[in-house]
T-cell receptor, first 114, second 114 residues
Framework: NAGVTQTPKFRVLKTGQSMTLLCAQD?????MYWYRQDPGMGLRLIHY???????AKGEVPDGYNVSRLKKQNFLLGLESAAPSQTSVYFC?????????????FGPGTRLTVL | GEDVEQSLFLSVREGDSSVINCTYT??????LYWYKQEPGAGLQLLTY?????DMKQDQRLTVLLNKKDKHLSLRIADTQTGDSAIYFC??????????????FGQGTTLQVKP
C-alpha cells in the first residue's frame, strides 16, 4: 500500500494563478482532510470530507475549494492564488473503524506564491 | 472553540529525558494524540491516550494526562539524535462528532545535541 500520496511535491505560482493539489489514498478510508502548516501555527484544517461526494468547511476555508468525486481522491483548488497561501499543505485520511481515530498523513506539498 | 498550546522549542542532550508539554481548553476532549514530524516529511502518529486514562507507557514514551489542569505531556526517555523532530499535540473534542476533526498545537521543535 502506498498510503496517502500527494501531487505535486513542490510548486511555485504567481499571484492570481490557479492550481489543483491532488490527494490520493489506497486504504479505502471514508474521511479525508486538507490542512495547511505555517511556522508557529501548527496545522489548520481547510476543508474535509466524510465520504464520497461530500465536503465541508474547516477552520480556514477562504480562497480554497475542494471536491471528492471519487472515494480515493480529494482535490484542493486555489482559484486565484495569493501570497498569503504560501504554505505547506498536508492531506490526511481516516477510516470508519479504528478505536483511536488515527489520521494518516501524506508527505505534503510545499507551495510558494510570488 | 478548542485551543491547544505548546511551547515552540526544546533542546536536550543525547541520553537525557525530554518532556514536551501541551495544554488544551476543552474539557470534553476525548482522544489526545502526539504526532511526530521529521524534516521534510508528513506527520506520523506516535501515541495517543483516551480521556479516561491518566498515563500511558509505550517503550521509551510516557504520556501523562492531567484532566483537572487540562495538561498533556510526552516524556521521551534516553533521547537520541533520531528523536530530533517537531512534536504536535492534537485533540478531538466531543463537539467534533463523527468528523474526527483534529485540533493541533503549534508544534514543539525538539533539538537533541550529541
Amino acid at each position: 500500500n502506498a498510503g496517502v500520496t500527494q501531487t505535486p511535491k513542490f510548486r511555485v505560482l504567481k499571484t492570481g494563478q490557479s492550481m489543483t493539489l491532488l490527494c490520493a489514498q489506497d486504504m479505502n478510508h471514508e474521511y479525508m482532510y486538507w490542512y495547511r502548516q505555517d511556522p508557529g501555527m501548527g496545522l489548520r484544517l481547510i476543508h474535509y470530507s466524510v465520504g464520497e461526494g461530500t465536503t465541508a468547511k474547516g477552520e480556514v476555508p477562504d480562497g480554497y475549494n475542494v471536491s471528492r468525486l471519487k472515494k480515493q481522491n480529494f482535490l484542493l483548488g486555489l482559484e486565484s492564488a495569493a501570497p498569503s497561501q504560501t504554505s505547506v499543505y498536508f492531506c490526511a485520511s481516516r477510516g470508519l473503524a479504528g478505536i483511536y481515530n488515527e489520521q494518516f498523513f501524506g508527505p505534503g506539498t510545499r507551495l510558494t506564491v510570488l | 472553540g478548542e485551543d491547544v498550546e505548546q511551547s515552540l522549542f526544546l533542546s536536550v542532550r543525547e541520553g537525557d529525558s525530554s518532556v514536551i508539554n501541551c495544554t488544551y481548553t476543552d474539557s470534553s476532549s476525548t482522544y489526545l494524540y502526539w504526532y511526530k514530524q521529521e524534516p521534510g516529511a508528513g506527520l506520523q502518529l506516535l501515541t495517543y491516550i483516551f480521556s479516561n486514562m491518566d498515563m500511558k507507557q509505550d517503550q521509551r514514551l510516557t504520556v501523562l494526562l492531567n484532566k483537572k489542569d487540562k495538561h498533556l505531556s510526552l516524556r521521551i526517555a534516553d533521547t537520541q539524535t533520531g528523536d530530533s523532530a517537531i512534536y504536535f499535540c492534537a485533540v478531538i473534542t466531543h463537539g467534533s462528532g463523527n468528523t474526527g476533526k483534529l485540533i493541533f498545537g503549534q508544534g514543539t521543535t525538539l533539538q537533541v545535541k550529541p
